[in-house]
């Protein structure tokens, strides 16, 4: 597996509109992104985000990431990006509760040594 790692200054008076922009559009297109495996979006703090986004390979990593993909957003600069392989991964099982009063689910815990 490989991330990219996405460093990005968002415009605070425009953190709203880059928030729908994320939800309605960039999420949606990285999910479906070929060899997606996971992504997670982290809390600007004084204007400063990252993002930490896995794929199958490398190539897809590229191919999904800024600049190849457009992660346009209001207010968004997106001032570098990373790729590394992923060395390991660990979790721990979440409750997850299903949108519109479905049933909760609880995924596997795992870690790997890659």
């Not at 794929?55 to 790729?83: C, H, K, L, M």
Request: glycine share 8%; no cysteine; net charge negative.
């Amino acid at each position: 597996m490989h991330a990219a790692l996405v460093n990005l200054t968002i415009d605070p008076d425009q953190a709203p509109a880059a928030a729908n922009a994320l939800s309605d559009h960039i999420l949606p297109a990285i999910r479906s992104a070929q060899g997606f495996v996971a992504g997670y979006w982290l809390e600007p703090v004084d204007g400063h985000g990252f993002s930490f986004v896995v794929f199958e390979t490398e190539e897809q990593a590229r191919r999904s990431a800024p600049p190849a993909s457009n992660w346009g957003a209001p207010g968004v600069s997106i001032n570098d990006v990373d790729f590394r392989r992923v060395a390991a991964s660990a979790y721990v099982a979440v409750r997850v509760q299903e949108p519109f009063g479905g049933h909760d689910r609880v995924p596997p815990s795992s870690s790997s040594l890659l």
